[in-house]
T-cell receptor, first 115, second 113 residues
Framework: DGGITQSPKYLFRKEGQNVTLSCEQNLNHDAMYWYRQDPGQGLRLIYYSQIVNDFQKGDIAEGYSVSREKKESFPLTVTSAQKNPTAFYLC??????????????FGSGTRLTVV | GESVGLHLPTLSVQEGDNSIINCAYSNSASDYFIWYKQESGKGPQFIIDIRSNMDKRQGQRVTVLLNKTVKHLSLQIAATQPGDSAVYFCAEIFSGNTGKLIFGQGTTLQVKP
């Protein structure tokens, strides 16, 4: 079955560490997105990519970095510069065709906790 | 920046009743609206969408209504079931946008047996 896979499901980070969250999709979707969700809040866009080797900052990109070396993969690195990284991170993809561009497929999320 | 908001943070309904979840948006340039359902600990799931040239769209047990005059969006769920308990988000895309969704804060739907 096609889908989008995030790993790990739970991740613990020590102060000052960088951690990388994995996101893989086999839907042949062009665009991929990373969102952050805090308790009781909506989703805020961190980074997005519409094509391989290209990506753009979202609304809260500071302290995060991404790469898009393959169409299927869009890993997110949470750097030590991100002062409040504890959150639920969601990866999404979409075909990016104008008719379907809002129909995101989301992964099941990674819950990151700073210890 | 522009944002999408929701009128109520929590909605409690009796099983079998109809549910109405409301959403207000502020950008008149938005041309595409989507509703998502998020169950606890999971990623959001697409429910239904509507474009600005429509005022109503129906799916299976769900109807989305769009009132562009007052910038209001609603999701109606018929015969609400316990499995409908979740957080519901509305989202919008601005005309000419690259496809980035702007999400509202969400409404928690609680279905009482």
């Amino acid at each position: 079955d096609g889908g989008i896979t995030q790993s790990p499901k739970y991740l613990f980070r020590k102060e000052g560490q960088n951690v990388t969250l994995s996101c893989e999709q086999n839907l042949n979707h062009d665009a991929m997105y990373w969102y952050r969700q805090d308790p009781g809040q909506g989703l805020r866009l961190i980074y997005y990519s519409q094509i391989v080797n290209d990506f753009q900052k979202g609304d809260i990109a500071e302290g995060y970095s991404v790469s898009r070396e393959k169409k299927e993969s869009f890993p997110l690195t949470v750097t030590s510069a991100q002062k409040n990284p504890t959150a639920f991170y969601l990866c999404a993809s979409t075909p990016d065709r104008s008719g379907d561009r809002g129909r995101y497929t989301f992964g099941s999320g990674t819950r990151l906790t700073v210890v | 920046g522009e944002s999408v908001g929701l009128h109520l943070p929590t909605l409690s309904v009796q099983e079998g009743d109809n549910s109405i979840i409301n959403c207000a948006y502020s950008n008149s340039a938005s041309d595409y609206f989507i509703w998502y359902k998020q169950e606890s600990g999971k990623g959001p799931q697409f429910i239904i969408d509507i474009r600005s040239n429509m005022d109503k769209r129906q799916g299976q047990r769900v109807t989305v209504l769009l009132n562009k005059t007052v910038k209001h969006l609603s999701l109606q769920i018929a015969a609400t079931q316990p499995g409908d308990s979740a957080v519901y988000f509305c989202a919008e895309i601005f005309s000419g946008n690259t496809g980035k969704l702007i999400f509202g804060q969400g409404t928690t739907l609680q279905v009482k047996p």
